[in-house]
């Protein structure tokens, strides 16, 4: 059984902060990719920033220069830390883990519940 478990998020004014955690546990051999992915009301949801085991990093145009994904590879957790945030950023945020549950077992995508992020203008 895998659990990915996302924290943070609330609400911030336009120009705030905003820092967001997320755990993976349980069992879990390996985890590749850990990621933040976003879904406002009425549209899809889209890749914020994602952040592999060795260290390679992907951020959405929209977000460059704004927010920093981290991870503790130690710890299977991924943080995000959000920066100058804009009313356009107000979404759910979900948690994504790219792992393996067991040494036999093909890499699968595990999702948090998702945490809501709102930014007040």
């Known amino acids: 059984q895998v659990q990915v478990v996302e924290s943070g998020g609330g609400l911030v004014q336009a120009g705030g902060s905003l820092s967001l955690s997320c755990s993976a546990s349980g069992s879990i051999f390996s985890i590749y990719t850990m990621a933040w992915y976003r879904q406002a009301p009425g549209k899809q949801r889209e890749l914020v920033a994602a952040k592999t085991t060795g260290g390679s990093t992907n951020y959405a145009d929209s977000v460059k220069g704004r927010f920093t994904i981290s991870r503790d590879n130690a710890k299977n957790t991924v943080y995000l830390q959000m920066n100058s945030l804009k009313p356009e950023d107000t979404a759910v945020y979900y948690c994504?883990?790219?792992?393996?549950?067991?040494?036999?077992?093909?890499?699968?995508?595990?999702w948090g519940q998702g945490t809501q992020v709102t930014v007040s203008s």
């Open positions: 994504n883990a790219d792992l393996q549950p067991t040494h036999y077992s093909a890499y699968a995508n595990y």
